[in-house]
C-alpha cells in the first residue's frame, strides 16, 4: 500500500539559517507526484512545491526545494533562510492515482 | 475564483445529532475529497468523488457517516449521529484532472461533538 513516512515529529531552526524536513515514499507505481504543503497555526494548508516522479531536475519554487532521489524514495524539503513565518506543520503528500496521501506532518519552529 | 469554500467555520454540537458540513468546489475541479484532521491520525482520506461520482469511500469510519455530491460545485458531508470520538477539523479539497496538480483546501469546518 502507498505510504507517507515523516519521521522528525518536531524541528528547530535558528532565523536565517537552511532546514531539511525529510520525508520517505512507499509504492509500486512508475507515475506519481509528491507535494509538501505548509499548516500555519490558522490550520489553513497551503501547498508549496510539487515534484513530477519523472521529472529529472529537483522542484524549487523560492526558498523551498524538493531533494528529491528516486532511488531512495525520499522527497526532502529545503527552506533556505528561514524566517520566522515559516514556523508551521509541513506535510509531505502523494499522489498515487487519484487520491492524495499525506504524512503525519514535521512541526517546525524558527528561533529569532 | 474564491478558492475552495467550506461551511460552516466552526460547529459544535450535542452528541447524538446530525450534522452536516458544506463544501463548494474550485469551479471546473472533476475531483473532490473529505480530509479529517485529528492529533492522534493525522490527515486521512474519508471519501473522494470524480466528476460527482464516489470512487472510494473506503476511509468513511462507520455507516454514520455519508457524503453526497448531488452537483458539480456542492458536495456534503453528514454525521447522524454525532459522537464526541467525531470532534476533528474536515477539510474538503479540489483538484482538476491531470497529473502535477495539487490538491486545492477549504479553510475547513472545526467540529466539537459535547
Known amino acids: 500500500a502507498q505510504k507517507i513516512t515523516q519521521t522528525q515529529p518536531g524541528m528547530f531552526v535558528q532565523e536565517k539559517e537552511a532546514v531539511t524536513l525529510d520525508c520517505t515514499y512507499d509504492t509500486s507505481d512508475q507515475s506519481y507526484g509528491l507535494f509538501w504543503y505548509k499548516q500555519p497555526s490558522s490550520g489553513e494548508m497551503i501547498f508549496l512545491i510539487y515534484q513530477g516522479s519523472y521529472d529529472e531536475q529537483n522542484a524549487t519554487e523560492g526558498r523551498y526545494s524538493l531533494n528529491f532521489q528516486k532511488a531512495r524514495k525520499s522527497a526532502n524539503l529545503v527552506i533556505s533562510a528561514s524566517q520566522l513565518g515559516d514556523s508551521a506543520m509541513y506535510f509531505c503528500a502523494m499522489r498515487d492515482g487519484d487520491k492524495y496521501i499525506f504524512g503525519t506532518g514535521t512541526r517546525l519552529k524558527v528561533l529569532a | 475564483d474564491a478558492g475552495v469554500i467550506q461551511s460552516p467555520r466552526h460547529e459544535v454540537t450535542e452528541m447524538g445529532q446530525e450534522v452536516t458540513l458544506r463544501c463548494k468546489p474550485i469551479s471546473g475541479h472533476d475531483y473532490l475529497f473529505w480530509y479529517r484532521q485529528t492529533m492522534m491520525r493525522g490527515l486521512e482520506l474519508l471519501i473522494y468523488?470524480?466528476?460527482?461520482?464516489?470512487?472510494?469511500d473506503s476511509g468513511m469510519p462507520e455507516d454514520r457517516f455519508s457524503a453526497k455530491m448531488p452537483n458539480a460545485s456542492f458536495s456534503t458531508l453528514k454525521i447522524q449521529p454525532s459522537e464526541p470520538r467525531d470532534s476533528a477539523v474536515y477539510f474538503c479539497a479540489s483538484t482538476p484532472t491531470g497529473g502535477g496538480k495539487e490538491a486545492f483546501f477549504g479553510q475547513g469546518t472545526r467540529l466539537t461533538v459535547v
Open positions: 468523488f470524480n466528476n460527482n461520482v464516489p470512487i472510494d
